[in-house]
Each structure stands twice: as C-alpha cells, then as structure tokens.
C-alpha cells in the first residue's frame, strides 16, 4: 500500500496493484486525445470509495466538483508515485 497526501490536504492510499494496470495506462493515453476520459483515470487509480472522498474534497460552497482542481490533485497523485520510486 502506497500513501501520500496531496498539498490541498488530500490523503490517500494507492495499491500498488492499481498502479500496475494497463487499462489505466490505455486510460492516460487516451486523456491526451479526449479529456472526458479524466473521469475514467481516477476511478481505475483510486478506487469508487477514494474518488468520491476526493470528489468532496474538492466540491466548492455552490457543490461542484472543478475539473481544473480534480486534474491537478491526479496529476500531483501521478507525481508523488515519481518521487516515491526515485527516493
């Protein structure tokens, strides 16, 4: 079990398993050509449970959940995994 925290305050847990999927990484190719797919990379990597513990995280007072702010938490999550590996 892989677990960090995001600068926003977001904890998490990966399992390395989730990490060592090639439909995530079909997923992430495919984000490049149609951003819709973002939906579909944070469920195979965290998980329904985790996604929506982030979902609400981000949620503002008017109850959306910025698309800006879920991509850059992933994009940190991605990051962090980067700098585990290489410390």
């Known amino acids: 079990m892989i677990k960090g925290k995001t600068k926003s305050g977001f904890s998490y847990?990966?399992?390395?398993?989730?990490?060592?999927?090639?439909?995530?990484?079909?997923?992430?190719?495919e984000l490049e050509e149609n951003p819709l797919v973002l939906s579909r990379v944070v469920n195979l990597l965290l998980g329904k449970e985790q996604t929506k513990k982030l979902k609400d995280h981000l949620r503002t007072e008017n109850g959306i959940v910025p698309t800006e702010k879920m991509s850059e938490e992933i994009t940190e999550i991605f990051q962090n995994q980067g700098e585990t590996k290489n410390s």
Do not use: F, G
């Open 13 to 29: 847990e990966l399992d390395k398993e989730r990490l060592n999927n090639y439909e995530l990484l079909e997923a992430i190719e």
